[in-house]
């Protein structure tokens, strides 16, 4: 693994925690500087009422808030680490994909084996910080699991996985 592998899979692993949530999207935000640039980055808040173009940060908005000091460098860091994300769910392979779509009630699924389909249960299952945990482990089922949950998209994009196309 390069140093440059290496810094990645920590740095993601320590905001997969304090996240709560494996592979959160980013969004620069307006933090708690008090200047008129957005300069801190924080998970997408997809609650509803929290317009998406808001960039301010609330109550309803998930942690963790990071302070850069600079707007270009937030942008930066927002891009990286989103980039990141979609790197790793190309990871999923056809088969681990089809498996959570039959988890998940959808068309393109089919059911593992007696020792995937009780391990794909725990992580279905799972809160947001255990999953983070499974996800250290069997990083691209937790991932298709957070997709198929969380993703306004993430069950058409496993289908197409599924089908030997990438997401
Ligand atoms: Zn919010």
């Known amino acids: 693994m ?3 592998d290496k810094t990645r899979a920590a740095a993601r692993e320590f905001l997969d925690l304090v996240a709560g949530t494996p592979a959160p999207e980013w969004r620069t935000c307006f933090s ?13 808040c997809d609650v509803e009422g ?11 908005c998930p942690n963790p808030v990071v302070e850069c000091d ?4 937030a942008a930066y860091l927002v891009e990286l680490l989103n980039a990141d994300r979609a790197a790793a769910s190309v990871g999923i392979d056809r088969e ?3 498996h959570v ?18 391990l794909l249960r725990l992580i279905a299952g799972a809160d947001v910080v255990n999953r983070a945990r499974f ?16 993703d306004r998209d993430g069950i058409a994009r496993l289908q197409q996985i599924a089908k030997g196309g990438t997401a």
């Open 2 to 4: 390069s140093a440059m």
């Open 32 to 44: 708690t500087d008090g200047t008129d640039e957005p300069t801190g980055f924080a998970p997408v």
């Open 50 to 60: 929290h317009d998406p173009d808001d960039g301010n940060v609330y109550s309803c």
């Open 70 to 73: 600079s707007g270009p460098l």
């Open 96 to 98: 681990t994909a089809a």
């Open 101 to 118: 779509l039959w988890r998940f009630g959808h068309e393109g699924g089919y059911p593992p084996g007696d020792h995937a389909a009780a």
């Open 135 to 150: 996800a250290a482990g069997f990083p691209a089922l937790a991932e298709a699991v957070r997709m198929a949950s969380n």
